[in-house]
């Protein structure tokens, strides 16, 4: 014994205390430098220092302020537990064509790996000796090793199980060409008033006592890199006792360690994404108000699916809360969200890390960057690809400096590939030589902005206005375009119109418009004549309910919804429903179910006099008096239901041959219904709609020739 601990644990315990304790114990034996008897100031001295050192480290590397925010928050208050890849997920030879049949097989849109095996982690933090941090810009690499270092403070009460004093090194500070690690650890210990600081390092390293976090590879100024790289090598080589965490950028890193154990960082699952916002939220005001649940509740709604697709990455997550906590909503417009989280990976996150910029940027600004991606953006969007081989975007890159009068001619188009890929991360390497835009949002995005900068929206509408790979084009081309918002939604109700073309179809629009128009329901017309289009699909289909008629149905419903009001579409819902349940399982419990909802339909006021509705009662309650007992066979049930069909038919002035439709007839009714719903949507995300264009336009929705 030293006679050193009695009085570490009669003072007052600081966040350093533990693990300088159990190092000075009689196994650390770091006492030794300063001699067999120590007088009281001196111990007095050392135990200040360990504590200042714990403070320091809290203030310096424990603390968040980031992306503009208005005050700071403790990384321990927020931090959520990661996730790491195995190596199989690091490297990969995969081709461009494998990539897109993996994803597409996927049927998401996230790039990720939810095929390979993840481990959390702390546990690989305290298994490997030395470990390599690996991922893009923004996925929580330097707040990992910051919280292994508060992790290694607390000692025995931490996650991390080996006594180690933590020392956290940025290597972006390596900016000379003498790069002197144990001169940079001993002005640590220094700085918190340690005695003799140069033996204390000098021992501490010598018995494997420190955990050393090397932050930023990547960040090292080009010119220094290889030495730095040196350096390390012989450092890690010289004190192999001790332990070492490093991290860099995936698509800097070219396995240039020997005894580092690689790991890549996996994204956000929704279960960390959840865990992060309510731990982002965690103030009294905002649990009493339970905003960590709402902001998560909105972030899972199908109009924020591109949003949410944003917060796998730590990085855009924070920016996701930040948008959150200063209006309680995203915005409608996603384009203007979109914008943002792009300039954060263009500008704004290296700015904030103070990331020296490469030479390659002193002519490609910001803008000029912009329209090169957006380019790439477009040219794959178009031809239905989300991955690129290395030499065709070095050849988009070099065909747009080359053909720009006002770009920079000197420079490289592997370089600025290079520099994009490791400073931004905007572009990926997903597999040896193939990339891909970090998130298919941000290839959207870009490819909005290029058909607004090229005038080709008419060209969106004629070509891709009912293929849904382009929904969030649209959306975004909205949000995008400032002053041509009306002659876009008048482009594609005009070529919606065109999808109305068989006498069948338009019947079928007449009779919902007849049936509907003057009806004493307080809905928008196009809100009651998209019901009674659900409710002829569903009557013309129960036998045969097919994906075809899901979607017609989805949208008539989304019609509904949006221009009625939610009784409207919940009823619409109910008793659509009711009737294929009706005659899929055709059994007492089934027929009982749609007669119930049917019956309501008086209570809608969606139809106008031309239909008996108290006669359609009268007929329903005495079917629902002649339902077949559960006793009774399948067929009875079947024929009842039948029965049913026709009795409404009947009352609702349709006759088999309206609603008869064919594959075609049916696929063609659900693109015009989905080109309706999504002019709606359109109208939502823009930044200004001229009210007369609007009120023009939905007021002709679901009409024949109203254009």
Not at 87 to 111: C, H, M, P
Request: net charge neutral.
């Amino acid at each position: 014994m030293t006679g050193f601990e009695p009085l570490l644990a009669a003072a007052v315990s600081g966040v350093a205390v533990p693990v300088f304790q159990s190092l000075w114990g009689s196994g650390g034996n770091l006492l030794g430098m300063f001699g067999k008897t120590l007088d009281e100031n001196t111990k007095q001295l050392i135990f200040d220092a360990s504590k200042k050192y714990g403070h320091n480290y809290e203030e310096r590397h424990g603390i968040l302020k980031v992306l503009g925010m208005r005050e700071p928050v403790k990384l321990e208050s927020v931090y959520t537990a990661v996730q790491f890849l195995n190596d199989n997920a690091i490297r990969s030879f995969a081709s461009t064509e494998q990539l897109e049949e993996v994803y597409r097989q996927g049927k998401g849109r996230k790039f990720d790996s939810q095929h390979c095996q993840k481990q959390p982690g702390i546990e690989v933090a305290n298994e490997k000796q030395y470990l390599m941090v690996l991922g893009g810009p923004g996925a929580g690499k330097s707040t990992f090793l910051r919280k292994m270092g508060m992790e290694a403070l607390k000692g025995k009460k931490g996650g991390f199980k080996h006594d180690c004093i933590p020392v956290f090194i940025e290597l972006k500070r390596f900016t000379s060409s003498e790069i002197d690690i144990k001169k940079f650890i001993i002005e640590e210990f220094n700085i918190c008033g340690f005695p003799v600081p140069d033996q204390f390092t000098a021992k501490a390293l010598e018995q494997g006592k420190l955990l050393i976090l090397l932050d930023g590879l990547d960040e090292v100024p080009s010119q220094n890199l290889n030495e730095t790289i040196s350096q390390i090598q012989n450092f890690v080589d010289t004190y192999h006792q001790n332990r070492f965490i490093a991290s860099c950028r995936i698509a800097a890193y070219r396995n240039n360690f020997r005894r580092f154990s690689d790991v890549a960082m996996a994204d956000f699952d929704d279960e960390q994404i959840q865990q992060f916002i309510n731990n982002w939220f965690h103030g009294e005001d905002d649990q009493q108000a339970k905003t960590g649940d709402k902001c998560w509740e909105l972030l899972q709604k199908p109009e924020n699916k591109a949003a949410k697709e944003l917060a796998h990455t730590p990085l855009l997550l924070t920016f996701l809360c930040l948008v959150y906590d200063r209006s309680q909503n995203f915005p409608n417009n996603r384009s203007v969200l979109y914008k943002k989280a792009l300039r954060i990976l263009l500008e704004e996150w290296a700015s904030e890390k103070r990331i020296l910029r490469e030479e390659i940027y002193q002519g490609l600004h910001t803008e000029l960057e912009e329209l090169l991606l957006s380019e790439v953006a477009y040219t794959g969007f178009t031809s239905n690809r989300l991955f690129f081989s290395q030499s065709e975007i070095v050849d988009q890159i070099k065909t747009f400096l080359a053909g720009n009068l006002n770009a920079p001619q000197h420079l490289n188009g592997e370089a600025v590939l290079n520099a994009i890929a490791i400073q931004q991360g905007i572009l990926v390497e997903r597999a040896e030589d193939v990339f891909s835009f970090s998130h298919l949002t941000l290839q959207e995005y870009l490819t909005a902005q290029y058909i607004d900068d090229h005038r080709l929206v008419e060209k969106l509408v004629t070509e891709h206005l009912v293929d849904q790979r382009w929904k969030e084009v649209f959306l975004l081309v909205a949000g995008v375009i400032r002053g041509g918002t009306d002659d876009l939604l008048l482009l594609m109700e005009k070529e919606g119109q065109k999808y109305i073309n068989t006498p069948k179809l338009q019947a079928l629009l007449n009779w919902a418009e007849e049936v509907t128009v003057g009806s004493q329901g307080d809905y928008k017309p196009v809100g009651k004549r998209a019901v009674a289009i659900t409710l002829a699909k569903v009557l013309a289909n129960a036998n045969a309910y097919s994906l075809a008629n899901a979607n017609i149905l989805a949208n008539a419903y989304s019609l509904a919804n949006t221009n009625a009001n939610i009784l409207a579409y919940a009823n619409a819902y109910a008793y659509a429903n009711a009737y294929v349940y009706s005659l899929a399982k055709a059994n007492v419990y089934a027929n009982i179910y749609a007669i119930n909802y049917i019956g309501k339909i008086d209570q809608l006021q969606i139809f106008n006099q031309k239909l008996n509705s108290t006669m359609l009662l009268t007929q329903l309650k005495a079917l629902k008096a002649k339902i077949p007992d559960d006793k009774q066979p399948k067929k009875i049930h079947q024929a009842f239901a039948k029965t049913l069909i026709e009795t409404l038919l009947n009352s609702f002035n349709l006759t088999p041959e309206m609603i008869n439709l064919s594959k075609e007839e049916i696929k063609v009714l659900d693109n015009y219904l989905y080109a309706n719903h999504l002019i709606i949507q359109c109208k939502d995300a823009a930044v200004r709609v001229s009210r007369d264009t609007w009120e023009a336009i939905e007021a002709r929705m679901l009409l024949v020739g109203s254009n």
